[in-house]
């Protein structure tokens, strides 16, 4: 049975500053909450038309109908649970290993993509500038396919947060040195931009060692890569010379 | 001005069937429509409500309102243009060359994006299974933004094609050789497979290298990456090696 103020809390969760109030996010379906309930992440409370998950303390579990999950979930075809957690402090970013850093990315399919590929990489620690879309936005959440619990992500002043860093600090640009050729480190932050704008000039500014991924073929006539997609060769690059387990 | 017909056919372009029947496909907003002009494809009609189509024969445009724009588009956010092409013939996939093929791809998204990597990448062939989304879904067009002009793209039996053709044919498997250290031809067909299911059993047996992409870091909890993604390492891969222009 869910309340009636029960469903106006949880699609509010779906509006940041609900979750910020609440600090309480949502996850929907078994292998996204099943991947949420193994890891650190606090369960507040789980929503569920199928009795799987005996395992859970009986007074934070909920069994309700299909057409209720239907009035809290937020996806066009709800999949049997729909788990609230509580939304974890942000950890320390140290100052070593590959960071990965996000100035204003605002789409939450590609912001899901880069965590999954950040957790594929081993990279653990991923910096968002303030206006880059929440990672507790519940599109977010269902696109990191578990691998949010694995990688720590933090929201700051992107430009004060580079200026600070000894690290060296690599971005993708069109005339950027060929990624296939340069030496690359096993330290470092890794800056992706904008969907529309790539880089902003700013933080521009603050980039020590400028990358390209080149182009092939005549034509030459591709604008750009997704940044989905140009994370994911530049991550490789970053870790195909060190040793794969 | 738009008819009750005109919206009607131009809606009903949004389902493959009425694609075929018309020989038609749709594109939306500037950048998309001018790419398409710039190139082979057919014009057929082009409805905008902004006079910036100067250089096209007059009885091929019709200056609309916004209103209008709204009912014949399939963008949440209309954007100034949408013009008819004629759906061209298929081109034939030559025994030479890097050739990317897709097993089952359904996320309109994920096409898209895989067009736009192989246009990044020279890869002018693309080869489809028959149940892969269409290349010309309107969303699928959207997200080539353009590329689609410079990849031929044919649908086909596609374990009939890979029976017959006579390249090394690479799949990437958990279990395949790290592609990392693999050497890598510059004539070969790269599979992609499903989103849900990677490649079918039966394409499987057809691969005659199997490659993995390595994972990183000490959990090693990640499943998958996801396929546009993992096509851009692996095209990324393959092209490395050759003269970057």
Redesign the interface.
Known sequence: MVSKNQIKTITGLQQKKYRKLHKLFFAEGIKVVQELLNSNFELHRLFTTQDIFSELPKDKVDIITEAELKKISALATPNACLALFVVPDEKQVPENGLIVALDDIRDP?NLG?II??C??????HLVCSENCVDVYNPKVVQAT???IT?VNVVYTDLSDYIAKTSLPVFGTFMDGK?I?SEALPKDGIIVMGNEANGISPEIENLVTNKIA???????????S??V??????TL??F??N?E??
């Open positions: 399919g993509t999954r590929l957790d594929w990489f081993g990279i653990e396919m578990g691998s694995r060929n296939y991924i080149p182009r092939f073929g005549s034509l030459q006539m591709t604008e890569l997704n989905a997609t140009a994370a994911a060769i490789s690059e870790r195909r060190f794969s387990i």
